[in-house]
């Protein structure tokens, strides 16, 4: 799938609920009201997708949501698309979580052929998580790490670099994540949907954090091999990688190669763009997946060229009205 810049779309993000155990505050406000359960696709619906996907290139596939694993059965999903990466047609299935739910899925993620997985963290302080997330109980999402790393899953743990929130220990996860053997990223606040709080207060550029982490750290940047939006360092001290998305303050748009599905069948073409197209009706309306083909290419035909994220304090609005557990970041 080529779409109208050149780009090679082979990356598919797949958010299969738009609910979440946790409330960050950055991401959501405390009293959401989430999408019926009848309007989601099923695990089975979701399968068909995804394979559509594959079949016409697709060769990553990332869970996300809400929080994937509080989905119900949600490990079939998994095991089901796993045969893809048997017969070699996808070279990466993987997820990104809160990390609540790891503590019981995380051998069966391994099982069904996750090796790598994202785990959202934004502090190493109980107290200060709890802060963060609204309802969020820091032990078990160490648990659901530590067994994560037992199970021989490689970590990324994104962080949300916020101003007077977790500023403060920026170094600690460095030393931290070099210890474990984790990668770090450093995510900068994206302005998606209403939230209760004020986000023009929490943004944080990524410029202002890596210059302050390289007054402490030699931060030497690694070519990029990953084709997506992070830009890797490795630090010299702990040998570990540390990588900044910058959406705000750098463009990463030119190397886009990946599309995002919502649990309704909603495919956005670009996270920071409304234009979306529906491929519910499609894979509901035949048995083949004629239809549903041609709606997926037809929708890349339609990719933009960029974002047009702003935060500042005269757009007293969010740029996308969507929240980000709906497309799943
Ligand atoms: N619940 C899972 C988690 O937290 O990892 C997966 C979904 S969550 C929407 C995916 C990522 O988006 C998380 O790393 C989260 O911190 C990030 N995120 C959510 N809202 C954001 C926002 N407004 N700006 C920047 N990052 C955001
Ligand atoms: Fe839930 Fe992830 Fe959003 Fe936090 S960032 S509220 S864990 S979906």
Same mark, same amino acid.
């Given at each position: 799938?080529?779409?109208?810049?050149?780009?090679? %779309?082979?990356?598919?993000?797949?958010?299969?609920?738009?609910?979440?155990?946790?409330?960050?505050?950055?991401?959501?406000?405390?009293?959401?009201?989430?999408?019926? &359960? @009848?309007?989601?696709?099923?695990?089975?619906?979701?399968?068909?997708?995804?394979?559509?996907?594959?079949?016409?290139?697709?060769?990553? +596939?990332?869970?996300?949501?809400?929080?994937?694993?509080?989905?119900?059965? %949600?490990?079939? +999903?998994?095991?089901?698309?796993?045969?893809?990466?048997?017969?070699?047609?996808?070279?990466?299935?993987?997820?990104?979580?809160?990390?609540?739910?790891?503590?019981?899925?995380?051998? *069966?993620?391994? &099982?069904?052929?996750?090796?790598?997985?994202?785990?959202?963290?934004?502090?190493?302080?109980? *107290?200060?998580? @709890?802060?963060?997330?609204? #309802?969020?109980?820091?032990? *078990?999402?160490?648990?659901?790490? $530590?067994?994560?790393?037992?199970?021989?899953?490689?970590? @990324?743990?994104?962080?949300?670099?916020? $101003?007077?929130?977790?500023?403060?220990?920026?170094?600690?996860?460095?030393? #931290?994540?070099?210890?474990?053997?984790?990668?770090?990223?450093?995510?900068?606040?994206?302005?998606?949907?209403?939230?209760?709080?004020?986000?023009?207060?929490? =943004?944080?550029?990524?410029?202002?954090?890596?210059? @302050?982490?390289? *007054?402490? #750290?030699?931060?030497?940047?690694?070519?990029?091999?990953?084709?997506?939006?992070?830009? =890797?360092?490795? !630090? &010299?001290?702990?040998?570990?990688?540390?990588?900044?998305?910058?959406?705000?303050?750098?463009?990463?748009?030119?190397?886009?190669?990946? !599309?995002?599905?919502?649990?309704?069948?909603?495919?956005?073409?670009?996270?920071?763009?409304?234009?979306?197209?529906?491929? $519910?009706?499609?894979?509901?309306?035949?048995?083949?997946?004629?239809?549903?083909?041609?709606?997926?290419?037809?929708?890349?035909?339609? &990719?933009?060229?960029?974002?047009?994220?702003?935060?500042?304090?005269?757009?007293?609005?969010?740029?996308?009205?969507?929240?980000?557990?709906?497309?799943?970041?």
């Amino acid at each position: 799938m080529i779409d109208p810049f050149g780009r090679s %779309i082979s990356y598919l993000r797949v958010s299969v609920t738009d609910r979440c155990d946790l409330r960050c505050v950055y991401c959501m406000s405390e009293n959401m009201t989430f999408l019926p &359960k @009848k309007d989601l696709l099923s695990l089975e619906e979701l399968d068909r997708l995804c394979s559509a996907f594959v079949e016409i290139g697709v060769r990553k +596939l990332r869970i996300t949501g809400g929080e994937p694993l509080v989905r119900r059965n %949600i490990i079939e +999903l998994f095991n089901n698309l796993g045969r893809h990466l048997k017969t070699g047609a996808l070279s990466e299935l993987t997820l990104t979580t809160n990390g609540t739910q790891l503590p019981a899925y995380a051998e *069966q993620l391994v &099982k069904a052929g996750v090796k790598r997985i994202n785990i959202s963290l934004d502090s190493l302080d109980a *107290q200060r998580f @709890k802060d963060i997330t609204r #309802w969020g109980n820091h032990a *078990q999402v160490m648990d659901g790490i $530590r067994a994560a790393k037992a199970a021989g899953l490689k970590i @990324k743990i994104n962080i949300v670099a916020m $101003r007077d929130v977790n500023e403060d220990e920026f170094n600690d996860f460095v030393a #931290w994540c070099g210890q474990e053997g984790f990668d770090l990223v450093f995510i900068e606040t994206m302005p998606m949907g209403e939230i209760d709080g004020d986000r023009t207060a929490q =943004y944080l550029p990524l410029s202002l954090v890596r210059a @302050k982490l390289a *007054q402490r #750290w030699t931060l030497d940047p690694i070519p990029d091999t990953t084709g997506g939006p992070a830009r =890797y360092t490795r !630090v &010299k001290e702990t040998g570990g990688r540390v990588g900044f998305i910058t959406p705000m303050t750098h463009n990463f748009c030119e190397s886009c190669n990946r !599309v995002r599905l919502t649990c309704t069948g909603t495919l956005y073409m670009c996270l920071g763009q409304e234009d979306a197209a529906d491929l $519910r009706a499609p894979l509901r309306a035949s048995e083949s997946d004629e239809l549903l083909t041609a709606a997926i290419r037809e929708a890349i035909t339609r &990719k933009p060229k960029g974002h047009d994220f702003v935060i500042d304090r005269t757009h007293k609005r969010p740029a996308v009205a969507r929240h980000m557990s709906v497309t799943g970041g």
